[in-house]
């Protein structure tokens, strides 16, 4: 069975860096992209960008491009999200989400649990 | 980067009735790479529908998508309660994979 667990909700200040957690089991880590999506509080969702585990291969959306970073670790088949200074506005439920295949033109056909990430002074 | 366009924002309407919603993009889609998805409160998006047409595992018929290049169109046929909830398109032929605003469907 495919799963995704997601780490744990996070209450942080501005100004403060974050690395949120996503670890994939029941397939393949190294030959499916995954991909962060953000849901600001009553919102819609925005692709925020996809890795390939097998060769760390990024691709990020221009609006999050230099604000975050993504990254994987394959030993361990999780892949993160990172912050170096988190803002307020960085408040959301943040998911990750699988394609399933190599070529990255795919959906999201299974997705995590959501990670809640607060940031309030 | 394609921008998505739903409509309607809201749509109300009864157990049993039909939905039709509409997604519009900027540019053409390419080979039809656009999902649908369904998200209920609380809970992590699903996948209904991909390739425009095709349902995801586990789907009922009485979802279906349809459309091609810029013009895209989910139907539900005859709603079920535990339909009522909000539904992004989503073109995965471009990158960034953008999203489309969304679309509630609520109870009238």
């Known amino acids: 069975e495919v799963q995704l667990v997601q780490s744990g909700a996070e209450v942080k200040k501005p100004g403060e860096s974050l690395k949120i957690s996503c670890k994939g089991s029941?397939?393949?880590?190294?030959?499916?992209?995954i991909g962060w999506v953000r849901q600001m509080p009553g919102k819609g969702l925005e692709w925020m960008g996809i890795i390939y585990p097998g060769d760390s291969d990024t691709r990020y959306s221009p609006s999050f491009q230099g604000q975050v970073t993504i990254s994987a670790d394959k030993s361990i088949s999780t892949a993160y999200l990172q912050w170096s200074s988190l803002k307020a506005s960085d408040t959301a439920m943040y998911y990750c989400?699988?394609?399933?295949?190599?070529?990255?033109?795919?959906?999201?056909?299974?997705w995590g649990q959501g990670t809640l990430v607060t940031v309030s002074s | 980067e394609i921008v998505l366009t739903q409509s309607p924002g809201t749509l109300s309407l009864s157990p049993g009735e039909r939905a039709t919603l509409s997604c519009r993009a900027s540019q053409s889609v390419s080979s039809s790479y656009l999902a649908w998805y369904q998200q209920t409160p609380g809970q992590a998006p699903r996948l209904l529908i991909y390739?425009?047409?095709t349902r995801a595992t586990g789907i009922p018929d009485r979802f279906s998508g349809s459309g091609s290049g810029t013009d895209f169109t989910l139907t539900i046929s005859r709603l079920e309660p535990e339909d009522f909830a909000v539904y992004y398109c989503q073109q995965y032929g471009s990158s960034p994979y953008t999203f489309g605003q969304g679309t509630k469907l609520e109870i009238k």
């Open positions: 989400a699988r394609l399933p295949g190599p070529s990255g033109w795919y959906p999201f056909d299974y």
């Open positions: 390739g425009a047409s």
């Open positions: 029941g397939y393949s880590f190294t030959s499916n992209w």
